[in-house]
């Protein structure tokens, strides 16, 4: 399992907006055969800060969910909207095992 944590801060005006295309695109994702989880959360103390915690099941899973429809529209939707560029890091599972997602 590859689990992708992606960090946002959005533009306050935004937060909104952000929230609605994220969502939609995290409810796609979560359709992918690739995908065990695609999360979506807020930052408790900063509701323009927000972290998508996504769980493929290979390299592949992650690469082909770039090339998807919805992540495109919602990377085009998005594009405006931060404050700084997104920051990520990648985790490999430890427990559970990649078998038991």
């Not at 915690?53 to 998005?78: F, G, I, M, P």
């Not at 700084?84 to 430890?94: F, K, N, P, S």
């Amino acid at each position: 399992m590859l689990i992708l944590c992606v960090y946002v801060h959005v533009k306050p005006e935004a937060v909104e907006a952000f929230r609605e295309a994220t969502m939609e695109n995290a409810r796609n994702s979560r359709r992918e055969p690739g995908v065990a989880r695609f999360d979506l959360m807020e930052q408790a103390d900063d509701p323009a800060r927000f972290m998508l915690y996504e769980v493929y099941r290979d390299a592949a899973a992650q690469a082909a969910h770039k090339e998807t429809a919805h992540y495109r529209a919602w990377a085009a939707k998005t594009a405006d909207m931060f404050v700084e560029a997104r920051t990520r890091q990648l985790y490999r599972a430890i427990d559970p095992a990649d078998g038991e997602w």
